[in-house]
């Protein structure tokens, strides 16, 4: 009912910069958190960032004033911006909507497919 499609992932060296984008698609009536997960190898997924639909944002300790999250409503995207990248930023990131579709008065979480970030030493 609900698609999320990330992009932008893939190899900088540290110091660098990366910028990814979700777009959520399909029978949406409203979405209000929006966030991005991470998931390194051996670790289990956290939190990064998240939004609510009114734009109040809360980050991760490890990533505050390095990263920062936005959305656009009318396009039902979310984008994390992430600068000064480091080695232990590596992981698979994945999108995350707490949406309610059409069809159910409920809001649900969606998960996008996830994608590789790796930053190099």
């Known amino acids: 009912q609900v698609q999320l499609v990330e992009s932008g992932g893939g190899l900088v060296q540290a110091g660098g910069s990366l910028r990814l984008s979700c777009a959520a698609s399909?029978?949406?009536?409203?979405?209000?958190?929006m966030a991005w997960y991470r998931q390194a190898p051996g670790k289990q997924r956290e939190l990064v960032a998240a939004?609510?639909?009114?734009?109040?944002?809360n980050y991760a300790d490890s990533v505050k004033g390095r990263f920062t999250i936005s959305r656009d409503n009318t396009e039902n995207t979310v984008y994390l911006q992430m600068n000064s990248l480091k080695p232990e930023d590596t992981a698979v990131y994945y999108c995350?909507?707490?949406?309610?579709?059409?069809?159910?008065?409920?809001?649900?979480?969606?998960w996008g497919q996830g994608t590789q970030v790796t930053v190099s030493s």
């Open positions: 995350n909507t707490n949406t309610r579709t059409g069809a159910s008065p409920y809001f649900k979480p969606y």
């Open positions: 399909g029978s949406i009536f409203s979405i209000n958190a």
């Open positions: 939004i609510t639909s009114g734009g109040s944002t």
